[in-house]
């Protein structure tokens, strides 16, 4: 079994910033794609960032340029570095990672709230 642990999240004023991370555990296996998403209230789950196995990021545009997507592959860790937050950052942050153990799977972490307030 693979879990996904966030940690990091919590309340910052506007302006603020916080760093989230995402700690893949398990027995045997490899990731391929590791990413964030974010759901707001009364709002649908969207894709933050995403970084890929060969180091390659994409963001979604609100955040390009304060959001900072990084991976480090020996600790099977994501991080998320967000800086000038705003309150529309205001969500519960989801940890995603496509994990090849026999077959290919997308697991999901349990969230973590960011609250930005202004």
């Known amino acids: 079994q693979v879990q996904l642990v966030e940690s990091g999240g919590g309340l910052v004023q506007a302006g603020g910033s916080l760093r989230l991370s995402c700690a893949a555990s398990?027995?045997?296996?490899?990731?391929?794609?590791m990413g964030w998403y974010r759901q707001a209230p009364g709002k649908q789950r969207e894709l933050v960032a995403f970084i890929s196995d060969g180091d390659s990021t994409a963001y979604e545009d609100s955040v390009k340029g304060r959001f900072t997507i990084s991976r480090d592959n020996a600790k099977n860790t994501v991080y998320l570095q967000m800086t000038s937050l705003k309150p529309e950052d205001t969500a519960v942050y989801y940890c995603?990672?496509?994990?090849?153990?026999?077959?290919?799977?997308?697991?999901w972490g349990q969230g973590t709230q960011v609250t930005v307030s202004s």
């Open positions: 995603n990672a496509k994990i090849f153990r026999g077959t290919t799977q997308w697991y």
């Open positions: 398990g027995s045997t296996f490899s990731i391929n794609i």
